[in-house]
């Protein structure tokens, strides 16, 4: 390996990987899921690998695989369009309640949010009976919809309509922030719910097939592809796109909800349009990139070119930050989408205790519970070394401290 503003490996068979990850860890199963997706045939130049990046289902989670005559359905995921939506208000700090709970309380009665199935029962994040706002944004979707469940009936029942404008569970949340300055700011982080990944999983399972069919050797079965010019080709860019608008309506929707519900609990009129900014970082879309119109596939990655504003979040308890692309043309005009993890699920609920989530999250709003220990702060990268780590590829605008954070 060389040292430049990143690391260089090359793969044996494949293409190279550049990895912007100077001064954070990187797991060997990254490294190796980063080596299997670069060994596929079509990856035009190169992967680039970003400082958050981390084990994922099919391609790693903080890459960015730029291709040239196919699509791989699981390196988009299934939380298709997930993404970031950040609004600056005019209030300041001082305009807020002593006691944030209120507040908080307002937000999870706003917005749907968890997961809680059972017999009989409706799940509560989604809508019993969508409120009229959430059913006229559907109809900007229904049509469009209606085409792809034409042609995949099985796409019908799934959680649409009573999923747009709702959280949902994991990592998605609600916050309330300041910045340097004590203004207010609100952030949410969602992305397609259930429709998106009921599209997801169909597809890269359709791919899949194709794969037997043709009698295709894989590195891994989840580098499933379809060729351009193939229908199914054809059919789930038509499906992740329209997830994708599904994902970015769904923010703007939850945002409203969110915004009425701070307006319940402070009497002071404000105004929260400025600085808007709402992201993806699970999607694929076309660019042109060293001369050439490429397919660029960004998992867990944000679009960072030059003057491109974009949401990098911390973990609980941590900073996150609106920043300015810097389009750097060897990460294909991209950043991270946040800190990354450093232990599974699994692995934070057993090595992390209630007492430390707690230590970690002081000062903020938010659960406190044995529910939530899988996102605290300590099963992440620090953000400050992930921020270092890519200072050729964005600069900071803003630097923000959450007060209020819903999970769900």
């Known amino acids: 390996m060389t040292q ?12 190279p990987i550049k990895m912007w990850t100077r001064g954070v860890p990187v797991d060997d199963k990254a490294r190796e899921q980063l080596t299997k997706a670069a060994k596929m045939p079509f990856i035009f130049k190169h992967v680039a690998a970003m400082p958050d990046v981390h084990v994922g289902i099919g391609a790693t989670v903080g890459s960015v695989i730029p291709t ?5 359905p699981a390196a988009v995921g299934v939380d298709i369009g997930c993404g970031m939506m950040a609004a600056r208000t005019s209030l300041v700090a001082s305009d807020l309640p002593d006691n944030l709970a209120g507040i908080r309380s307002a937000i999870e ?19 019993g009976d969508p409120p009229p706002a959430v059913v006229d944004a559907w109809a900007k979707l229904a049509e469009r919809f209606g085409r792809i469940v034409a042609k995949y009936p099985r796409l019908k029942n799934t959680n649409n309509l009573v999923h747009l404008g709702t959280l ?5 949340f609600i916050e309330l922030c300041l910045d340097t300055e004590q203004r207010v700011w609100v952030m949410l982080h969602s992305g397609s719910r259930g429709v998106g990944n009921a599209i997801g999983t169909f597809f890269i399972e359709l791919a899949k ?25 054809d059919d789930y860019v038509e499906a992740v796109e329209w ?19 701070l307006r319940s609990q402070i009497a002071k009129p404000f105004d929260a349009e400025c600085e808007a900014v709402n992201c993806h970082h699970n999607y694929v879309t076309r660019e042109n990139h060293f001369g050439e119109n490429v397919l660029v596939t960004r998992k867990g990655a944000v679009r960072a070119a030059k003057g491109t504003m974009g949401i990098i979040p911390g973990s609980m308890g941590a900073k996150s930050f609106i920043v300015r692309g810097l389009g750097n043309a060897e990460s294909f005009d991209s950043c991270s989408h946040g800190a990354g993890r450093v232990m599974s699920r699994t ?6 205790t209630l007492d430390e989530h707690i230590a970690d999250t002081a000062g903020v709003e938010c659960r406190k519970d044995e529910g939530v220990i899988d996102e605290t702060p300590k099963a992440y990268k620090p953000i400050e070394a992930v921020m270092a780590a890519q200072a050729d590829l964005v600069e900071i605008v803003h630097t923000l401290k959450q007060v209020v954070c819903v999970k769900g």
């Open 243 to 261: 997830a994708q608008d599904f994902a970015a309506l769904n923010r703007r929707v939850m945002m409203m909800h969110v915004l009425d519900a």
């Open 4 to 15: 430049t503003t990143y690391e260089y490996q090359d793969v044996e068979g494949g293409s």
């Open 68 to 72: 040239k005559g196919a699509v791989i």
């Open 109 to 127: 009665a706003a917005v749907p949010h968890g997961r809680d199935v059972g017999r009989g029962k409706r799940d509560k994040g989604s809508w």
């Open 168 to 172: 949902g569970t994991g990592n998605h």
């Open 209 to 233: 097939q194709d794969m037997r069919k043709w009698h295709i050797n894989l590195p891994d079965q989840d580098l499933a592809y379809f060729p351009e010019g193939t229908d199914h080709f």
């Open 347 to 352: 692995q934070a609920k057993k090595l992390v």
